[in-house]
């Protein structure tokens, strides 16, 4: 079988629609959109056309008056990424959080484990969230994943998405694969000016 024409696990096979969402019935969540990602060892090959498709995307909540959430990566002092107390820890400035919009600090790949998201987002009661951000194949992938078990719906802007170049493949290609698996079971993968 060709596998352009595999049939899709959630919809073809499972029946499950895909996804939509909106401002005022999703949460947009922001994972570590941080300066490492463009001037850092983890530059991410796509930080020119991503960033602006977030920040579009987070200049929609926001007129909406929809649910926002920013998550960062901390590590400890003197790692050699995401370092504290540098500009490579800080969020991408066009992004910076506003008076209202939750801000997480994460340890790990995923934005649920040991943080405030999942009771965060309870709090609000919307069960549909909109995932952007950085690496495609960690973070935003994890964090796919965990919400997707937690009963959430996921989408992912596609053009709100980044990774870097990895061994073996180049951030695009690494993008382009795990959106496919993401699209594939644990998400619905759309261009944010799908998010009407």
């Known amino acids: 079988m060709n596998p352009l024409q595999a049939p899709s696990f959630k919809t073809d096979i499972l029946g499950i629609p895909p996804s939509t969402a909106s401002p005022t019935d999703s949460v947009l969540v922001i994972i570590d959109a941080q300066n490492e990602y463009a001037n850092g060892k983890l530059k991410v090959s796509n930080t020119s056309s991503s960033r602006p498709a977030i920040a579009a995307l ?15 990566h901390s590590v400890p002092d003197g790692a050699p990424v995401f370092t504290p107390e540098t500009e490579l820890a800080e969020e991408f400035e ?4 506003k008076d209202g919009e939750g801000v997480i600090e994460k340890k790990f790949p995923g934005s649920f484990a040991e943080t405030s998201l999942k009771g965060d987002l309870e709090g609000f009661g919307l069960k549909k969230v909109v995932l952007v951000g950085y690496m ?3 973070c935003v992938s994890t964090t796919a994943r965990e919400a997707h078990q937690l009963g959430y719906e996921v989408v992912l802007p596609e053009d709100a998405i980044g990774d ?3 061994p073996g493949a180049s951030g695009e290609d690494v993008t382009k ?4 698996e993401l699209n ?3 998400g619905t993968v759309v261009q944010s000016s799908d998010i009407k």
């Open 184 to 186: 594939d079971m644990f």
């Open 177 to 180: 694969m795990v959106l496919l």
């Open 58 to 72: 987070l200049e929609k909540f926001r007129s909406a008056k929809g649910k926002i959430i920013h998550v960062k």
């Open 136 to 138: 495609a194949h960690v």
């Open 164 to 166: 870097r170049d990895i």
């Open 94 to 97: 066009e992004l910076k959080p």
